[in-house]
């Protein structure tokens, strides 16, 4: 007994002195001075649900009061070990609402590497210029945070960065809020020679892309969608060393060709689509081991795709779609078993044989519509069981549709119009397909039968757009009864004849 009350003391005890140890650490950890700046910088700040757009937000500083005085502890907030100086602040995600302006008590915490706002509502403010002497920055991040008006030039001073993300500053009125002057992005890349991440996708900069970017050779990320970029694309761009994210997507004037790659490069994500770029796939870029993700679509690219394509087998997507890409073989697809995602729609491409697609088992997409790709339609398609989205429309495929057509289960888009497919078509085997929103058949040469199942059936998909034109139907297909979600029905020269039925009106409050 005594033993145990004496034990009892002594554990008491140590909890005494480890709290009134930490107690003093606490006190000697947080400076006075930047505790102030930021309760003052809360103080500035209205919280607004709706200020950060994202359902997990909320403010990370509503409960820095109740976590002590000690201001290093507080969520969002952290401070060098030895010397209590605030190094890192993220409110990013936090529902901040005001605005900021180079008075802010922020620029009182000098010491700042790391500074995350993004995902917050600024009222529209300019960018202070004070942040250009935060001079130890790494990271600065305001991304989606409603900040409009010129980038201002002091940000060049800004030596140490490595991460710059000014991304997704718009608004429902306007796709780009900020703006970056020719001569300070110029500025911008002859000074932040440590940059990691660039990402300025929406910022208007009405410019070419300044010689000095090919000199960071630092740089992993650079995101430059949709910022009214124009002029040539610098090749030397290509040929950074440490390069694995690029996109350019959405600059209409910028122009540009595909470099010869060399090997060892760490190029995974390449988005060039929507520019002016144009020329030929070049061989090389069966070097580029790493990609994932290839979008060239809406260019002017034309010639063959290199089969040196074949060796990117790490590759999951491939967009190419619109433009003026030929060839009759497309043997080299059926090395590129991670595929999930194709699109090929619209080119100039003549293959007649697409069975290169048929062990590609995880595409959930294959778009090869409006090209002129013969040969009867590939039965094996139905051992692609994880595709959504299914669109060969207008090419040259003949023959029959088959019935197991209906193992296809996760099918959300069934298009095949403007082919020549014959044969009888139940409508029974594609109302298996649950999950169909979109289907159009039109234009084949099938005889149609109507569904012989219940047709109240509740299994039946509940489609969106229906095109059935001239598909021979002779009578109005009963499912059509249920479909009470569709917007658009053509059934246009489908040689119906006999009354309308009554249940059609019904239909038309939802078209
Ligand atoms: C946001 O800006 C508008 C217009 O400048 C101003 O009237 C309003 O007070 C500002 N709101 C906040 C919370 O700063
Ligand atoms: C900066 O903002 C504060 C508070 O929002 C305001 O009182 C002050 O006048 C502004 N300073 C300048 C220079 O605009
Ligand atoms: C940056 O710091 C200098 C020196 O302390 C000061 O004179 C200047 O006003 C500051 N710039 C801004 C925009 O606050
Ligand atoms: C910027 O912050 C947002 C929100 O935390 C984050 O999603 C984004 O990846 C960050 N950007 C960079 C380049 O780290
Ligand atoms: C570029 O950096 C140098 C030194 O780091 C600095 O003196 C200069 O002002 C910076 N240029 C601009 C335009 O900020
Ligand atoms: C964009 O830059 C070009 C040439 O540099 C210039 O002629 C044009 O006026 C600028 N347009 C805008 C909207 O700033
Ligand atoms: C790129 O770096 C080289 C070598 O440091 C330098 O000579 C050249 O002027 C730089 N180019 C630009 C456009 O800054
Ligand atoms: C390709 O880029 C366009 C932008 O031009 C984008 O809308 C589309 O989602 C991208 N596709 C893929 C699969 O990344
Ligand atoms: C494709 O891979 C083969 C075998 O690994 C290699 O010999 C060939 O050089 C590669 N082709 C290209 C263009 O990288
Ligand atoms: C696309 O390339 C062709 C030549 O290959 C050229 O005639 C045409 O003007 C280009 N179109 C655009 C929009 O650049």
Redesign the pocket.
Known sequence: MASSFSHFIFVSLLFLIIYLFQLSFQQTLCHNEERLALLQLKESFVIEKHASGNPFAYPKFNLWKSQGIDCCSWEGVWCDQYTGYVISLDLSSSCLFGSINSSSSLFRLSHLQYLNLAFNDFNYSEIPAALGNLSRLTYLNLSASIFSGHIPLEISKLSELSVFDLSYNFDYSNPRLLELKSTDFKSLM?NLTKLEYLHLSYVKINSSIP??MA?VSSLISLHLGNCGLFGKFLTAIFHLPKLEYLSVVCNWDLSGSLPEFPFHNQLRILQISRTSFSGELPISIGRLGSLEVLNASCCNFSGLIPPSIGNLTKLLTLVLHNNSFRGEKASFFSNLTQLARVSLSFNQFTFSDISCFAGLSRLQRLNLCSNQISGSFPSWITNLTELTYLNLGANMFRGSLPSSISRLKNLKTFNIEFNTLSGVLMFDTILELRYLKYLSLSSNKFSVLPETRNITNTTFPKLTELSLGSCNLRVFPGFLHDQDELEVLDLSSSDIYGQIPNWIWKLSKTL
Do not use: R, Y
Request: net charge negative; proline share 0%.
């Open positions: 002859q010689d000095a000199n």
